[in-house]
C-alpha cells in the first residue's frame, strides 16, 4: 500500500461546520472535550471523528474505554488499549496513566519544561471514553465507581500539560455523573441535543440556557448538530461531520498500516517512547 502524509496531533482537529457552513475546527492538545446529549444525539459519532484524526497521528497514542465495544472498535488495531465493558480494566489502565503522568512531569520538571512539546521524545495519549456513566455508575459497586471517577478526574485535571488528552462522552449529563468540579476542567464542550435546559447547562456550563443558548432547542432530528463551547468562549452551533460505518473501518485500517510502518522506522531511527507501553497491567493478586 502506497503511504500518504499522516496528520499530527498538535493540529487542530476538524469537527464539521458552522451555521455559516465555515469549517470548525478544535486544537486537542493541552485540552480535553467533554461530549452531553440525549441517546442518538450524535456523541458517539463526534468521538469516532476524533479518534479517527488521533489515529491517523503517528505522534499520538490511544486508549479506548467503550463499555458498548462497537462504538470505538474498529480503531483496536490502532489503539495501546482497548477496555470493553470491564471496570477493573478501566481502573488499571486509568492507574497506569496516572503513573505515566506522574513519571512524565518529573521528566519535565528534570528539564525544565513545562508542558510536553513535539520534539519531545513521548507522544501525547488521547483517552477516548464512550459513555462515562457506564464506569463512573452503572457496572461495579460504589467504591470501585468511585475510584474510577476519581482517576478520571486527576488524568482530566493534571494531563494537559503531560499531553494526556481526555475525550468523554455521557448521555446522562447529570451532576452525578458529571460534578460540576469535574465539568469546568474540560476545556472542550459540546451539548448535542439534550432534553432539558438543565442538562444543557450541565455541559455548556450554568447559566448558557437563560442567555439563550439551550441545546434542548436543536431538533431530535438534526443529529450531529450541537452547542460547542470553549474555556471562556460563547457556544457556537455546529453540525459535526459524520463518518459512516465504512469509512470508519477504512481510516482504522489505512491508520494502522501507517502505524506498523512508522513503528518500524522509528525503531531504527529514535529509541521507543520512554513511558512505555499503556498495556493491561495484571490484575492485583
Ligand atoms: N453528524 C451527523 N450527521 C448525520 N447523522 C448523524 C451525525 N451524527 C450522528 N448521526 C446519526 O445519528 C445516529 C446516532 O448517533 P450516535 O453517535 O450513535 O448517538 P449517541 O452516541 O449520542 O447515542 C447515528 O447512527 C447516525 O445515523
Ligand atoms: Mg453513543
Not at 457552513?21 to 452531553?36: A, K
Not at 497506569?96 to 507522544?123: C, I
Request: glycine share 8%; net charge positive; hydrophobic share 45%.
Amino acid at each position: 500500500m502506497p503511504l500518504g502524509p499522516a496528520l499530527s496531533i498538535y493540529d487542530p482537529v476538524f469537527i464539521g461546520i458552522d451555521e455559516f457552513g465555515h469549517r470548525v475546527t478544535v486544537p486537542l492538545i493541552y485540552r480535553n472535550m467533554l461530549i452531553g446529549g440525549e441517546p442518538g444525539a450524535g456523541k458517539s459519532a463526534l468521538l469516532n471523528l476524533l479518534v479517527a484524526h488521533a489515529a491517523l497521528s503517528l505522534d499520538a497514542r490511544l486508549c479506548l474505554l467503550d463499555g458498548k465495544r462497537v462504538e470505538l472498535g474498529q480503531w483496536r488495531r490502532c489503539a495501546d488499549v482497548f477496555v470493553g465493558p470491564d471496570q477493573g480494566h478501566a481502573i488499571r489502565t486509568l492507574q497506569r496513566l496516572q503513573t505515566m503522568m506522574d513519571n512524565r512531569y518529573a521528566f519535565l520538571e528534570w528539564f525544565g519544561h513545562r508542558k510536553v512539546a513535539p520534539d519531545h521524545e513521548f507522544s501525547p495519549v488521547v483517552v477516548a471514553v464512550d459513555e462515562i456513566a457506564y464506569f463512573s455508575a452503572t457496572a461495579g459497586d460504589k467504591k470501585t465507581q468511585e475510584q474510577f471517577s476519581a482517576l478520571l478526574r486527576d488524568l482530566v485535571a493534571r494531563g494537559r500539560a503531560v499531553g494526556i488528552i481526555v475525550i468523554a462522552a455521557t448521555q446522562r449529563p447529570s451532576s452525578d455523573i458529571i460534578p460540576t468540579s469535574l465539568r469546568d476542567l474540560f476545556a472542550w464542550r459540546f451539548a448535542g441535543r439534550c432534553t432539558t435546559d438543565v442538562s444543557s447547562d450541565i455541559v455548556l456550563g450554568h447559566g448558557w440556557a437563560n442567555r439563550g443558548w439551550s441545546a434542548n432547542t436543536i431538533s431530535p432530528n438534526n443529529q450531529g448538530a450541537g452547542l460547542l463551547i470553549a474555556e471562556g468562549g460563547m457556544p457556537q452551533l455546529v453540525k459535526t461531520a459524520y463518518l459512516a460505518d465504512a469509512d470508519c473501518a477504512r481510516i482504522a485500517a489505512y491508520a494502522a498500516t501507517l502505524r506498523t510502518a512508522a513503528t518500524r522506522t522509528r525503531r531504527t531511527t529514535r529509541p521507543a517512547d520512554p513511558s512505555g507501553p499503556v498495556a493491561d497491567l495484571p490484575a492485583a493478586a
